[in-house]
């Protein structure tokens, strides 16, 4: 409804969606998904998998500064997950405007697009490769910032559980949880 025409704008959300559904049924909700999903695999796929490999390296990195393994953790996995937020977002990026394009173009009988290659095209034709990438700082802006606090978090809270499992010298094991570092 953000993005409305001036005689929709006004109207509520149920009267919206049941538009929507008279216009295009329950097709027209989920507009852009098939975008949205062919992009956010591959997109997870690179981020996971730059998460480790920079992982990897990071613990690597910060090893010589002789920190506890709780705060090494954190940093290392601090490090991916931020780095890792801005090279998927070279994926995802253009998923998320094709996808974006799709969902705000109205009904069926007012579409401008056929498709998210419809859209690519197009795209491609009047602003060229980077307006795919429209809003890309933005993302990265938000997403790697998030996504090092997240993984810090995560990375840090395992080794001090895991930490926590070894003093308490198989205590965990007794009680129905298994633990293998």
Not at 12 to 20: H, I
Not at 79 to 101: C, E, N, R
Not at 114 to 135: M, P, Q, T, W
Not at 162 to 169: D, F, G, M, T, V
């Amino acid at each position: 409804m953000q993005v409305a025409s001036k005689d929709t704008a006004e109207r509520s959300a149920s009267s919206v969606v049941k538009g929507l559904l008279k216009k295009d049924g329950i097709r027209g909700l989920y507009k852009g998904f098939a975008t949205v999903l062919t992009g956010t695999i591959p997109a997870r796929i690179v981020f996971l998998t730059f998460l480790e490999t920079t992982k990897e390296a990071s613990f690597k990195m910060v090893k010589p500064f002789k920190l506890s393994e709780t705060s090494q953790a954190a940093i290392a996995n601090g490090i991916a997950g931020m780095l890792s937020a801005v090279v998927s977002q070279v994926v995802y990026t253009p998923i998320d405007v094709i996808s974006q394009k799709l969902m705000v173009q109205g009904y069926s009988g007012h579409a401008q697009y056929s498709g998210g290659l419809d859209v690519a095209r197009k795209l491609i034709r009047s602003e060229g490769f980077r307006g795919l990438y429209r809003g890309f700082t933005l993302s990265v802006i938000t997403y790697s910032p998030s996504s090092a606090v997240w993984w810090a978090t995560y990375g840090s809270s395992q080794r001090f559980l895991w930490s926590l499992a070894r003093s308490c010298n198989g205590l965990f094991i007794l009680k129905g949880y298994s633990y293998t570092a």
